[in-house]
């Protein structure tokens, strides 16, 4: 089975701050790790992924984000935060055997002026 | 990169009437599509996998009559939502499999179905 948690339903952070949104994941071997972006009433833009190597991965519009084994977390990331980050998050696994992602339940960001 | 087109964006319909959604792959052929419903702030639930050529995959509670889906192409799946009723409005939102890409799925942009 695979499954991915995102404990927080909303993230709040002033612009210029760094931001984290976090991410958690359950998958028996290796998982392959993704996050998605999604603005209002629009599909899915792909951020980043894990697949293997190191554990810090660069990726779209400045984000990145951390894998780590021990934790099995996958938190996403990004320096300074812009008003334009506001958006919904979405972390997604996909594990080996299986062809289909599996989201989380989403991570609103909303960054302030 | 790849793209991924679903129309309409928007409809706005009366209940009982059948509703059509189109996804096409713009510049690959996608052996694999998805079709997700997505409600207000709430995560994608995926319904049915699509699979050029053979009948969909519909996951645990997603009524096959009610919600058709046809692949009948490498760029072509359509859900066609029969007889709707207000509580399938929603978001509907597809995705395709491109073999050559380092994205395990490409998204459209989504549908708003409304049903009145």
């Known amino acids: 089975a695979q499954s991915v948690a995102q404990p927080e339903d909303q993230v709040n952070v002033a612009e210029g701050n760094p931001l984290t949104v976090k991410c958690t994941y359950s998958v028996s071997g290796n998982p392959y790790l993704f996050w998605y972006v999604q603005y209002p009433n629009r599909g899915l833009q792909f951020l980043l992924k894990?697949?293997?190597?190191?554990?810090l991965v660069k990726g779209s519009y400045g984000f990145e984000a951390e894998f780590n084994k021990s934790q099995t977390s996958f938190h996403l990331k990004k320096p300074s935060a812009l008003v334009s980050d506001s958006a919904l998050y979405f972390c997604?696994?996909?594990?080996?055997?299986?062809?289909?992602?599996?989201f989380g339940k989403g991570t609103m960001l909303l960054v302030s002026p | 990169g790849a793209v991924v087109s679903q129309h309409p964006s928007r409809v706005i319909c009366k209940s009982g009437t059948s509703v059509k959604i189109e996804c096409r792959s713009l510049?690959?052929?996608?052996?694999?599509m998805f079709w997700y419903r997505q409600f207000p702030k709430q995560s994608l639930m995926l319904m049915a996998t699509?699979?050029?050529?053979?009948?969909?995959?519909?996951e645990q509670g997603v009524e096959k009559d009610k919600f058709l889906i046809n692949h009948a192409s490498l760029t072509l799946s359509t859900l066609t939502v029969t007889s709707a009723h207000p509580e399938d409005s929603s978001f509907y939102i597809c995705?395709?499999?491109?073999?050559?890409?380092?994205?395990?799925?490409?998204f459209g942009d989504g549908t708003r179905l409304s049903i009145l």
């Open positions: 510049d690959f052929q996608a052996t694999t």
């Open positions: 995705s395709a499999t491109d073999p050559s890409s380092n994205q395990p799925q490409h």
């Open positions: 699509s699979n050029e050529g053979s009948k969909a995959t519909y």
């Open positions: 894990y697949i293997t190597g190191d554990n």
């Open positions: 997604a696994v996909l594990a080996s055997g299986y062809s289909t992602l599996t």
